[in-house]
């Protein structure tokens, strides 16, 4: 098992420009979520999915979009990058299963937005 | 609505000595309590939890236990280690399937030797 995979693990972008971050979960959990931690703010909710072909925002989701068109794929897309999108992307998947409730996280992608 | 607050840190500490890392919680229902580490360079994993009042969540020598009382869920270990060193959230969800996970801002811990 792989658990959760994110590519690219660095990238830095031009203001303006575009990119995709790819989250992939190979435990065939129905839930996954994109979070971005910034320095003493903690993990902040972008957007989340329930489960295949459906998305929901969470706290901080302007200036983002997400597509969960298979079930073990997460996608967020920054559509005209800005500075204050420099952060650490984190992905997670969850099992939600009687007394079971455990978030995996990926490792991670560090993006700099110049 | 939910949320969490946690002690700031950074905290340092000499080996073996005793940690607390403090952590309280608002919620509207029901919440059941997390405490995840997240090692330098890695992504978040899952420490302890704890589904209900009273109820102790512990792993690798950390314990934690719900206090619904005082809306607490304290992190405490008895003698740290330097492989401790490490960011720790605390988190909370709402039971019966509730679909987002609310963390707190994260404790820098750091053990010297």
């Known amino acids: 098992n792989a658990g959760v995979t994110q590519t690219p693990k660095f990238r830095v972008l031009k203001t303006g420009q575009s990119m995709t971050l790819l989250c992939a979960q190979d435990m065939n959990h129905e839930y996954m979520y994109w979070y971005r931690q910034d320095p003493g703010m903690g993990l902040r909710l972008i957007h989340y999915s329930v489960g295949e072909g459906t998305t929901a925002k969470g706290e901080v989701p302007d200036g983002y979009n997400v597509s969960r068109l298979k079930k073990q794929n997460f996608l967020l897309g920054l559509e005209s990058a800005a500075p204050s999108q420099t952060s650490v992307y984190f992905c997670?998947?969850?099992?939600?299963?009687?007394?079971?409730?455990?978030?995996?996280f990926g490792p991670g992608t560090r993006l700099t937005v110049l | 609505g939910n949320s969490v607050t946690q002690m700031e840190g950074p905290v340092t500490l000499s080996e073996e000595a005793f940690l607390t890392i403090n952590c309280t919680y608002t919620?509207?229902?029901?919440?059941?309590l997390f405490w995840y580490v997240q090692y330098p360079g890695e992504g978040l994993q899952l420490l302890l939890k704890?589904?209900?009042?009273?109820d102790k969540g512990s792993n690798k020598g950390f314990e934690a236990t719900y206090r619904k009382e005082t809306t607490s869920f304290h992190l405490e270990k008895g003698s740290v280690q330097v492989s401790d060193s490490a960011v720790y959230f605390c988190?909370?969800?709402?039971?019966?399937?509730?679909?987002?996970?609310?963390f707190g801002t994260g404790t820098k811990l750091q053990v010297i030797p």
């Open positions: 988190a909370l969800t709402l039971s019966g399937g509730y679909q987002k996970v609310t």
């Open positions: 997670a998947s969850r099992v939600l299963a009687g007394n079971t409730d455990t978030q995996y």
């Open positions: 919620a509207t229902g029901y919440p059941s």
């Open positions: 704890a589904t209900k009042a009273d």
